[in-house]
C-alpha cells in the first residue's frame, strides 16, 4: 500500500517524452494562493504563528522561564514609560503584605465587603469562617492567601521554598513593570507568556487527538455503513447525549491526578463527537460519488479508496474542524483551569491568572485581568478569522456564508 | 407515525444503556474506591464503610452495575457525601432556579438572535454586516469568565443597579431582582455565536431558488425575508435549540457559581470541587437521559415544521 | 445585428444588452455582449444556446432578477417593454410587473416551490399582491387555475405541499403561479429539461396550448433545438453573449444562414438518419462540412457471438417501516439479455426505471439480489470478490457526470497510470506512462493534459479522460451510464464520434444507458426499454422505432421531440 501511494503519487513524466510542459497547480496550491491574496487571512495566520512562536520559545525555556521570580514590588502596577523606582526588600517573609502597606490596607477592608463574602462562599471547599479571620489581621502569608485564593497551600510552599532561596541575597524590586506585578511581584508579562504556553499547547494537542479519533471513527463508521456504522453510531450517541461540560467534569471529578496531560486527554477524549458527525457525513457522501464508484471499478482496494481517494477530498473539511476545535479548547481550559479542574497549581495558565484577577479586580488591580484577557482575546480571533479564510480559501463556494 | 414513536422509544434504549455503562465506567472503573477519594474529606471510617458498603466496592463490577442501575430506576442515590442531603432532594429543588434564569434568557437570546440576524443577512456583504460579524468574532473570543467578572464588577459592585449576588423564595423578586444581572451576561455571550449561526442559516436559504421564484412573482424584499426565508430557516433553527436545550441547563454553571444562584450547574461545580460523586452521577445520567428524550422530541418537531420529511 | 425585423409592434424589445460579471476585484466576464431582439406579441421566441451562451442571464435581467452585488448591466442596455425600459424601473414598479405582466418559469420546480407552504397558499401568494384577491375568492381562483394547467382533484392538491406533488406537477404548479395574473408575457427557462422524455412532453403541450389560450407571449430558453421545433414561432441562437442567428423559425430551421446554428440543427442525432460520423460544430465552422456522411448499418444478428450473458438479474433495496418492518423496493426485476461481441446495446427508460441500476449491479458496484451474468462462461454475480478482481478491469463504465467522476485531486496522469498499476498492466512505469500518453492521443486530447487537473478541463474533455481511464484496462465491455447526456450538442457529437471509433478499433461492446431516445438510436444495435425495473420491449433499434409492440414503448417514442421536420411532417 505504502509503495504503491508513493509510486503514485511520484508518477511524473519520464525523461523519453521530452515535451514542454509545467505541472499544474493543484488544488492545495490554488487553495494557498486565494490564502495569501485574503489580507485579513494572512495577518491572522502571522499572528497565531507568532504566539505559537511564542509557546514554543517558552516551551524550550528561552524565554519566560523565571516566571515565577519576584520581580516587582507587590502589585506593582503597569508602565510602558519605565518609571522604574527600584526598592530594594528582603525578600521572605514580609512579601505579600509589608511590601506595599496601602495595599494591604485597601486588600483588608475589601475582604469585609459584600463582593469579598460572595467570593469566599464561591470558594467552595473553604469553611465561612476562615473570611471572618480575616479582622484580626493575621499573619499574612497565611490567613489572606488562604482567604482569596484555592491554590493558597500550594503556593505557599511553592513560595516558602522559592523564599528560603532568594532569602539568602536581597532582590531587586521594581516599582513598575511593563505589564504590572501580581499579587507577590511577579512579572505579568512573564506569567502571561508562560500562561499562552499552557494554553496554546493544551489547545492544540487536545484538537489534534480529538481531531484525529473524529477523523478516524467517522471515516470508518460512513465508509463500511452497516454494522459498523451501527456501532460507531451507538457509540457516539452515547457521548453526545452527556452535555459536552458535564462529561469533562465528570471525568476531571474522578481523576485525583492533575495535569497538563490529564488535560489534553480529557478534552481529546470528549471533543472527538462533532468531528465525527461531520466526517461520517462527509464519507457517506464521498462514497457514494461518482469518482469513488470509478475508483471502485478500477478496482481500488477499500484502504486505497478511504485513504488516497476519498481522504484528500474532505481533507479540509479535518483542518478546518481542527482549527475550530483548537479554540474552543483554548477556552475550555481557560474555564477548566479557572475552577481549579485545569493544569495543576504550580503551571500558570491564562484560567489560572483570571482566577487570581477576579480577586485583583476588587482592589483595583486591574492588569492582570486585562493582561490575560487581551492575550487571549488577539489569539483567539485571529485563529477565528484565519479559520474563516481558511475555510473560505479551501471551499470557494461557501465564502461570505459564515464570519466576517 | 405511532410505530415510528415506539420504534424511536425502542432504539432509546441501548443509548441510555450506554450512558449508564459509561458513567458506571468513568466513576466505579477510573475513580476506583471512594475511601481513596474521601480520605480527608470524610474523617469519620464508620461513615466511609457504610459509603463502601452501600457501592458494594468488596463486590463483582456486575454487583456494583446492578446497584447502580437500581438507583438509577428507583431515582434513588442515597444522600450527598459532603452535606447528607438526599441526592432526589437536592436535584428537585435546584431545578428551580435554574429554569429561572434560562428559561427567560433563552427565549430572549433566540428572538433577539433571530431579529438580528435577520437584519444583518438582509444587508448581505455591506459594511454593516462586516462590522458585526467583526464585533461577534472578537466578543466571542473573550472568555465568559472576562464578562461575568466585569459585569459583576461594573454592574453590581462598583454601580450598584443590581445585587451583587443572591437568591430568595419569592419567584418575583428572583426574577426580577437577583436573575436579571446573570441574564443579561446570558444574553451578552450567546447573542454572538447564535448571530452568526442564524446568519449563515438565513443566507442558506436566501440562495435558494423558490427565493428567486419568489422575486418573479412580485414579492417584496421584506416579505420574502419575513415570511418566505424565516418559515425555512426556522427549521434548521429549532433543529438546533432542541439540540442544546439540555446542555443549556449547565451551560450556565458558570453565572449560578459567580452569582450564588442555586442552580444544578453550580451544584456540579460544588460536587466536582467536593468529589461528591453521588450528586454527579444522579445529574450526569438523567441529563443525558433527558437528552435523549429532547432528541426524540427534536425529531418530532423536524417532522412538525417540515413537511418534507416522511417519518417511518 | 442591428434592430430585427419582426411583424408588428412588438411585445418586448431587448435593445443592444450587455452584462457582464465581476469575477473579482480585477476581472469581469461578459455573459451578454450587446444583443437586441424583439418578442411579438402573441407569438412563442425561443432562445436557444448552449451553456455559457448567456440565454439565460438574458432572460433574467428582463425581470431584474439578476444579483445586484455581482452583475453589470451596460448603461445603454434597453428592455423595451410597453414603451418602458424595464432595465430603468424602481424597484417598487419592477415588484408590480413581476408575476402580473412578466411572470417565469424555471428549470428544477422541486427546488422552486418554496417547501414549507402548500400549493395553494403559494398561488393565493400572487393572487393576493397583483390581483387584490383575498379569502375564499383567491382560493376558488386558485383551484381554477390549477385545473386549467392539468392538475387532477386540484380541490384535494391545493392544500398540499410541493413535496408531496411528481415532478411534472410540481412544474404545472408552477406554471399555474405565473399565469395566475394573466401576464403578457411568459418566461420559461428550461422549464423541461429536469422532467422525464413522457412529462416534457406534457408540459410542452402545456405550455403551447395556454399560449394561443391566454394570447400571451412566450420566451421559451433551452439548449435543445429539437425541443422548440414544435412550438416556436421565432427563434433566436445564442453563442458565447452572442446573437449567432434569429428569425421566423421556419426561416431558421429550414435555411440557416450561419454556420453554427447549422451544425446546432445537424450535431444532434436525429431519428431518420444515422451517418457513419456525426458532424461536429468545427465541421462547419472551420471545415468544408460534414464528412463521413455515408449511412452506417446497425442492428444484430442471430448469428453474433455473445460477450454477455445476463439472467433473471434482480436487485432489491430495503428501507425500513414500521415497528419492526422492512419494506424492500425492486429496483430490477427479472432482467435477462444478451449482448454481442462489438455491438451496442441501448438501454433506455424514465426516471425509476432500473436502468442505472442494471449497470452498476453487472459491474458488481451494487450486489445483485438474484440473477446470473455469465461472462466467457463464468457467472461473475457468484464469484468471490478475489476471484471477480481479475475480471474487474474487463467491464468498465463511464459515469454521467463528467465533473464528479474524476478524483479532484489527482493529475490526468495518476488518473491514468493508477488502474495500470493495480491491475499490473505495462511492465515498468515507463511503460505505463508510454501507455498513458498513447491513450491521450487517442481520446484527442493534447500531450500536455497528462500533467493537469481535471478543473483545467471542460466537460467533454473530462469524459475524454474518463474514456481513456477505462481503455488502459484494455475492456471489453463498457457500460456507458447517461455519459453523454451532461453535454452540450456539439460535444455530445464529439464524444459519440469518439464512442464509435473506438468500438470500430477494438471491437468494444458497449451497454449504452440513456433517457435520451434519439441518442440512444443513433448509437445502438439493440435497444431495450424498460419501465418499473422490467424489460418493457428488446429489438433491433432500427425496428423498435419503426414498430414498437408494446404501448408503453409506443408512448415513449410518441413523446420525443420531433424538432422542424418532424412536427411539419405530423402536419
Not at chain 1, 494572512?42 to 516551551?59: E, K, N, T, Y
Not at chain 1, 484560567?351 to 487571549?376: P, Y
Not at chain 2, 462598583?158 to 419569592?170: A, E, I, M, R, T
Request: with cysteine.
Amino acid at each position: 500500500m505504502a509503495t504503491d501511494l508513493a509510486a503514485l503519487r511520484g508518477t511524473r513524466a519520464p525523461t523519453a517524452r521530452e515535451i514542454p510542459h509545467t505541472v499544474s497547480p493543484g488544488l492545495w496550491t490554488l487553495a494557498w494562493r486565494r490564502l495569501r491574496s485574503d489580507t485579513v487571512g494572512m495577518v491572522s495566520l502571522v499572528i497565531v504563528a507568532a504566539f505559537i512562536l511564542m509557546m514554543i520559545l517558552s516551551g524550550a525555556g528561552l524565554i519566560a522561564s523565571d516566571w515565577n521570580r519576584e520581580v516587582g514590588v507587590n502589585y506593582a502596577p503597569p508602565t510602558f514609560l519605565g518609571e522604574e523606582a527600584t526598592a530594594t526588600a528582603p525578600a521572605s517573609i514580609t512579601l505579600p503584605g509589608a511590601g506595599n502597606a496601602a495595599g494591604a490596607t485597601q486588600y483588608k477592608s475589601n475582604i469585609v465587603d459584600p463582593i469579598g463574602d460572595v467570593i469566599e462562599a464561591l470558594k467552595a471547599g473553604k469553611t465561612p469562617g476562615e473570611a471572618a479571620s480575616t479582622g484580626t489581621l493575621p499573619p499574612p502569608e497565611t490567613a489572606e492567601e488562604k482567604s482569596v485564593d484555592p491554590l493558597a497551600e500550594v503556593m505557599a510552599d511553592i513560595r516558602k521554598s522559592e523564599a528560603s532561596k532568594a532569602a539568602a541575597k536581597p532582590v531587586e524590586r521594581k516599582a513598575t513593570l511593563p505589564f504590572g506585578g501580581d499579587k507577590w511581584g511577579r512579572d505579568v508579562l512573564k506569567k502571561t507568556i508562560k500562561g499562552s504556553e499552557t494554553s496554546i499547547f493544551v489547545g492544540l494537542a487536545a484538537a489534534t487527538l480529538a481531531t484525529f479519533l473524529g477523523t478516524v471513527f467517522g471515516a470508518i463508521a460512513g465508509y463500511f455503513g452497516k454494522w459498523v456504522d451501527d456501532a460507531f453510531n451507538w457509540f457516539y450517541s452515547v457521548f453526545s447525549s452527556i452535555p459536552y461540560l458535564l462529561l469533562i467534569l465528570a471525568v476531571a471529578a474522578v481523576l485525583q491526578q492533575k495535569g497538563i496531560f490529564t488535560v489534553i486527554l480529557i478534552l481529546g477524549l470528549t471533543g472527538w463527537t462533532g468531528v465525527f458527525r461531520l466526517m461520517r457525513a462527509e464519507y457517506l457522501k464521498h462514497k457514494s460519488r461518482e469518482y469513488v464508484q470509478a475508483a471502485d471499478a478500477i478496482g481500488a482496494s477499500n484502504a486505497r479508496r478511504m485513504f488516497l481517494h476519498i481522504f484528500p477530498n474532505v481533507s479540509h473539511v479535518v483542518l478546518v474542524q481542527l482549527s475550530i476545535l483548537v479554540v474552543g479548547f483554548i477556552k475550555a481550559e481557560v474555564i477548566l483551569s479557572f475552577l481549579g479542574f485545569g493544569v495543576p497549581v504550580d503551571v500558570v495558565s491564562w484560567g489560572s491568572m483570571l482566577n487570581e484577577a477576579q480577586n485583583e479586580l476588587i482592589l483595583g488591580k486591574w492588569w492582570q485581568l486585562v493582561a490575560a484577557t487581551t492575550a487571549m482575546a488577539i489569539l483567539v480571533t485571529a485563529f477565528s478569522l484565519f479559520t474563516d479564510a481558511l475555510r473560505d480559501a479551501l471551499d470557494p463556494k461557501l465564502k461570505g456564508r459564515a464570519g466576517a | 407515525m405511532s410505530a415510528y414513536i415506539i420504534r424511536r422509544l425502542w432504539q432509546m434504549l441501548p443509548t441510555m444503556l450506554g450512558v449508564v455503562l459509561l458513567v458506571f465506567f468513568i466513576f466505579n472503573w477510573v475513580g476506583g474506591d471512594p475511601a481513596y477519594v474521601l480520605a480527608g474529606k470524610i474523617s469519620n471510617q464508620e461513615q466511609i464503610d457504610n459509603i463502601r458498603r452501600q457501592l458494594g466496592v468488596d463486590q463483582p463490577y456486575w454487583v456494583q452495575l446492578g446497584i447502580f442501575l437500581k438507583q438509577i430506576v428507583t431515582a434513588d442515590f442515597g444522600a450527598s457525601w459532603s452535606t447528607n442531603e438526599r441526592v432526589s432532594h437536592i436535584l428537585l429543588t435546584r431545578l428551580g432556579p435554574s429554569l429561572t434564569v434560562l428559561v427567560p434568557l433563552t427565549i430572549l437570546a433566540t428572538l433577539i438572535s433571530i431579529g438580528l440576524a435577520l437584519a444583518v443577512a438582509y444587508v448581505r456583504g455591506s459594511f454593516t454586516d462586516r462590522m458585526v460579524m467583526i464585533v461577534c468574532t472578537v466578543g466571542l473570543s473573550i472568555s465568559i469568565l472576562v464578562y461575568i467578572i466585569v459585569f459583576q464588577y461594573v454592574f453590581a459592585y462598583k454601580l450598584g443597579w443590581f445585587p451583587v449576588q443572591g437568591w430568595g423564595d419569592s419567584f418575583i423578586q428572583n426574577l426580577f431582582v437577583y436573575a436579571s444581572l446573570p441574564i443579561l451576561i446570558g444574553l451578552v455571550v450567546s447573542i454572538a455565536p447564535n448571530l452568526r449561526l442564524y446568519r449563515t442559516f438565513f443566507l442558506d436559504e436566501i440562495n435558494q431558488d423558490y427565493v428567486r421564484t419568489a422575486r418573479a412573482k412580485g414579492v417584496s424584499e421584506n416579505r420574502i425575508m419575513w415570511i418566505h426565508v424565516l418559515r425555512n430557516a426556522s427549521i434548521p433553527i429549532i433543529t438546533f435549540l432542541m439540540a442544546e436545550l439540555p446542555g443549556l441547563l449547565l451551560g450556565s454553571f458558570l453565572i449560578e457559581r459567580f452569582f450564588s444562584i442555586p442552580g444544578i450547574g453550580r451544584e456540579v461545580i460544588l460536587a466536582v470541587e467536593r468529589s461528591d460523586f453521588p450528586v454527579i452521577k444522579a445529574i450526569t445520567v438523567y441529563v443525558a437521559f433527558a437528552t435523549i428524550a429532547t432528541n426524540l422530541l427534536a425529531d418530532l418537531t423536524y417532522k412538525a415544521v417540515d413537511p418534507r420529511v416522511q417519518l417511518k | 445585428m442591428n434592430s430585427p425585423k419582426f411583424a408588428g409592434d412588438p411585445l418586448v424589445a431587448v435593445r443592444n444588452l450587455r452584462v457582464s460579471f465581476r469575477l473579482d476585484r480585477q476581472t469581469t466576464f461578459d455573459a451578454v455582449k450587446g444583443i437586441s431582439f424583439d418578442i411579438p406579441r402573441n407569438s412563442t421566441v425561443a432562445l436557444v444556446g448552449e451553456s455559457g451562451s448567456g440565454k439565460s442571464v438574458t432572460s433574467l435581467a428582463m425581470l431584474g432578477l439578476l444579483p445586484p452585488e455581482n452583475s453589470i448591466i451596460d448603461p445603454a442596455s434597453e428592455i423595451l417593454f410597453g414603451g418602458r425600459n424595464i432595465l430603468g424601473l424602481s424597484m417598487g414598479e419592477l415588484r408590480k410587473l413581476r408575476g402580473a405582466e412578466i411572470s417565469m418559469i424555471f428549470q428544477e420546480p422541486m427546488t422552486s416551490l418554496n417547501p414549507v407552504f402548500t400549493v395553494g397558499w403559494q398561488l393565493e401568494e400572487v393572487l393576493r399582491l397583483h390581483v387584490g384577491l383575498s379569502g375564499k375568492a383567491a382560493r376558488k381562483r386558485s383551484v381554477e387555475v390549477l385545473r386549467e394547467v392539468g392538475i387532477p382533484e386540484p380541490e384535494r392538491r391545493i392544500d398540499a405541499y410541493p413535496s408531496q406533488l411528481s415532478g411534472g406537477q410540481q412544474q404545472r404548479v408552477m406554471i399555474a403561479m405565473a399565469i395566475a395574473c394573466e401576464p403578457q408575457l411568459l418566461i420559461a427557462d428550461e422549464p423541461t429539461t429536469a422532467l422525464d422524455v413522457t412529462i416534457q412532453k406534457q408540459i410542452l403541450d402545456l405550455i403551447a396550448d395556454l399560449q394561443k389560450r391566454r394570447q400571451m407571449s412566450v420566451l421559451f430558453i433551452t439548449h435543445d433545438l429539437a425541443v422548440v421545433g414544435e412550438i416556436a414561432d421565432y427563434v433566436v441562437v445564442m453563442r458565447n453573449g452572442e446573437i449567432r442567428e434569429q428569425g421566423p423559425a421556419k426561416d431558421v430551421f429550414e435555411h440557416p444562414k450561419d454556420t453554427y446554428t447549422k451544425a446546432l440543427l445537424r450535431c444532434r442525432p436525429q431519428l431518420e438518419r444515422r451517418p457513419a460520423r456525426l458532424p461536429v460544430i468545427d465541421d462547419y465552422m472551420h471545415g468544408s462540412g460534414p464528412k463521413h456522411t455515408e449511412e452506417r448499418r446497425r442492428g444484430v444478428a442471430p448469428g453474433d457471438a455473445i460477450v454477455l450473458d445476463v439472467k433473471n438479474l434482480g436487485k432489491s433495496f430495503y428501507s425500513r417501516e414500521g415497528l419492526f418492518g422492512k419494506r424492500e423496493f425492486k429496483a430490477v426485476k427479472d432482467v435477462s439479455f444478451r449482448l454481442p461481441k462489438g455491438k451496442t446495446l441501448g438501454l433506455v427508460g424514465e426516471s425509476g426505471s432500473g436502468k442505472t441500476t442494471v449497470g452498476l449491479t453487472l459491474m458488481r458496484l451494487h450486489e445483485a439480489t438474484t440473477g446470473e451474468a455469465y461472462f466467457e462462461g463464468k457467472d461473475l454475480l457468484s464469484m468471490s470478490p478475489k476471484e471477480f478482481m481479475a475480471y474487474k478491469r474487463r467491464i468498465q463504465i463511464i459515469f454521467q457526470n463528467p465533473y464528479a467522476s474524476l478524483n479532484p485531486r489527482f493529475t490526468v496522469g495518476q488518473i491514468l497510470v493508477e488502474p495500470m498499476q493495480i491491475h499490473g498492466i505495462g511492465d515498468s512505469a515507463q511503460a505505463r506512462t508510454d501507455m498513458a500518453f498513447e491513450l491521450l492521443d487517442k481520446v484527442g486530447l493534447p500531450e500536455v493534459s497528462f500533467y493537469k487537473y481535471p478543473h483545467e478541463f471542460s466537460g467533454g474533455q473530462r469524459q475524454r479522460i474518463a474514456i481513456a481511464r477505462c481503455l488502459t484496462m484494455r475492456p471489453d465491455i463498457l457500460i456507458c451510464d447517461e455519459s453523454v447526456s451532461a453535454l452540450d450538442v456539439s460535444v455530445q457529437a464529439q464524444v459519440l464520434n469518439l464512442l464509435q471509433d473506438l468500438q470500430d478499433e477494438y471491437g468494444l461492446s458497449y451497454i449504452f444507458i440513456s433517457h435520451d431516445l434519439a441518442v440512444v438510436k443513433y448509437i445502438s444495435d439493440e435497444v431495450m426499454v424498460m419501465n418499473e425495473g422490467e424489460i418493457v420491449e428488446i429489438a433491433n433499434s432500427d425496428e423498435i422505432y419503426r414498430d414498437p409492440k408494446k404501448p408503453y414503448t409506443k408512448r415513449l417514442l410518441a413523446s420525443i421531440p420531433k424538432g422542424w421536420q418532424g412536427a411539419r411532417a405530423a402536419d
